[in-house]
């Protein structure tokens, strides 16, 4: 039989670090917990577990421990879709959620939003092919159980991500020939001069520097009959050609924000969503944690959600109590955001004829005569497909400056039953 | 000690044979180049963002349309990345 409603004190969605964090620090007052992510497992990207990941002793520690208390209840394979319908008064909004068999109404008295971040796709030529991934999207496609071995793996864009990426593909058994940094010598030295500020962070970086790893260098095209063969690159004043079965690029994280958005939550000036010392956001009874408030790494968003936990239980004290902890954290978010500002170069990759949206295949051409993103959907069906936009509207905001709109009611493909079942 | 048997997967009628706990993209990764379905226009496209955010993966798992990097393969599993009518309606 189906369920059509649940109810919980605490809904959290999102169980990567931020969300555990939290789902741990409120579970001891007694509140019944329910943390929903769309996942096979917990973990977030940064822990995410798979057949190609050892997980670090953290993370387990993380996921035994929710395994220990009978008041949480982790749905993994579970995606928000949209609204749930009304809520009781002085509770959160309803969310309506579906999982591979049903969907239901989902009500709490309090809501907690650890959504994470996604990384920013750039379009290029080329980036359509099989064979082309995201850097993130690499690592998790790896540890998920995609085979790399023996493979020739080429990862182009900015930030810390493309080392973490590299070291992931490596482990697998591939042959990393290229990580491709469009940021300057000059700026990679100003952002390492500044880490032992975090000596957790100077070390990690140190393990992670790799020999194909070259500054001030983009890509400019991928190429392949039917599937990848060989990358074009920029590489300082030179241009190079290398063959290989994958290319890997991110150009940095932006904050998942829809859902926040779409229950009616502000954005600060990370593009994340606005939060007060205590994780409540500018809606009543909905709270929010970790990369969705500006991404700022897993020790950041590990503190934000045992503040929002503990703020949520009713335990203001204990929630104060690591509010120094995070303000060192909110400094490693902030060198992060300083340090990799995107190149005009990088902004000016695709061509006429590059897709920019690849739900609803519209090139380049028809939407740099648009004069924003309402008219671009309007006039050439751009992020109206199954992504609704989180890949195209991140990547039309750095092309052309468009400010894509908060989204509506349902926020992913859903299946029919489930809004059958919520007009009952 | 339990033996890990393998998990069998039918992909576009084909049988792939892979461990158990493995995702559906590394099924389709199996048959390169991994494809999972065909764009509006008629590209061919492979799972892309690899954490349930650009939808390229969804393919029909037994019927029902899933996002192949966040299914896990189960033993006899239906994976089909033909029947997805030009991406279909959203």
């Known amino acids: 039989m189906s369920l059509r409603e649940s109810h919980c004190d605490l809904l959290i969605v999102g169980a990567g670090p931020a969300g555990m964090a939290a789902a741990l620090a409120a579970a001891p007052a007694g509140l019944a917990v329910t943390l929903v992510d769309d996942n096979i497992h917990p973990g977030g990207q940064i822990w995410r577990d798979g057949p190609g990941v050892a997980l670090p002793p953290l993370a387990r520690q993380h996921r035994d421990a929710l395994a220990r208390h009978p008041n949480i209840r982790v749905l993994c394979g579970t995606r928000v879709v949209g609204l749930g319908g009304p809520a009781a008064p002085g509770h959160a909004p309803a969310l309506l959620l579906e999982d591979a068999e049903r969907g239901w109404a989902q009500h709490s008295r309090r809501l907690l939003l650890c959504n994470g971040a996604r990384e920013l796709l750039l379009p290029f030529p080329g980036w359509t092919l099989p064979g082309v991934t995201g850097a993130g999207g690499l690592q998790a496609l790896v540890k998920g159980g995609v085979p790399v071995r023996g493979q020739r793996i080429v990862i182009a864009g900015t930030g810390p991500l493309l080392l973490a990426a590299a070291d992931t593909a490596r482990k697998a058994g591939a042959q990393v020939v290229r990580i491709a940094e469009q940021a300057s010598w000059q700026a990679l030295a100003a952002f390492a001069l500044q880490l032992p500020r975090w000596p957790a962070k100077a070390l990690q970086a140190a393990t992670l520097i790799h020999p194909r790893w070259r500054a001030a260098s983009h890509v400019l095209q991928a190429e392949g009959a039917g599937a990848l063969e060989r990358v074009r690159l920029q590489r300082g004043p030179h241009q190079e050609t290398l063959a290989c079965d994958r290319l890997a690029c991110g150009f940095g994280l932006v904050p998942n924000t829809q859902l926040g958005q779409l229950l009616g939550c502000e954005l600060n000036e990370r593009q994340g969503l606005r939060v007060d010392h205590l994780m409540a956001t500018t809606v009543p009874g909905v709270h929010a944690a970790g990369e969705c408030t500006g991404f700022g790494g897993s020790e950041r968003a590990l503190l934000q959600g045992a503040i929002a936990g503990h703020a949520v239980a009713g335990d203001t004290a204990r929630a104060q109590a690591l509010l120094p902890r995070l303000a060192r954290w909110e400094g490693f978010a902030d060198l992060l955001h300083a340090q990799f500002p995107l190149s005009p170069a990088v902004r000016q990759l695709a061509a006429p004829d590059t897709l920019v949206c690849r739900c609803e295949d519209v090139p380049h051409h028809a939407l740099a005569g648009r004069t924003g993103w309402i008219d671009a959907k309007l006039h050439t069906r751009c992020g109206m497909g199954a992504c609704q936009g989180r890949v195209c509207g991140a990547a039309t905001q750095v092309l052309f400056g468009w400010t894509p709109a908060p989204p509506r009611h349902l926020l992913s493909p859903t299946r029919i039953g489930t809004l059958a079942q919520e007009t009952d | ?90």
């Open chain 2, 1 to 90: 000690m339990t033996i890990a048997l393998p998990v069998q997967v039918l992909i576009d009628g084909t049988p792939v044979q892979l461990p158990p706990g493995h995702s559906v993209a590394a099924a389709l990764a199996l048959r390169p180049p991994g494809c999972s379905r065909t764009s509006v226009t008629g590209e061919r496209r492979a799972p892309f963002c690899g954490m349930g955010i650009c939808h390229e993966c969804r393919v029909l798992v037994d019927g029902r349309r899933r996002l192949a990097c966040q299914t896990l393969c189960t033993d006899g599993m239906a994976i089909d990345t033909r029947d997805n009518p030009a991406g279909g309606p959203p």
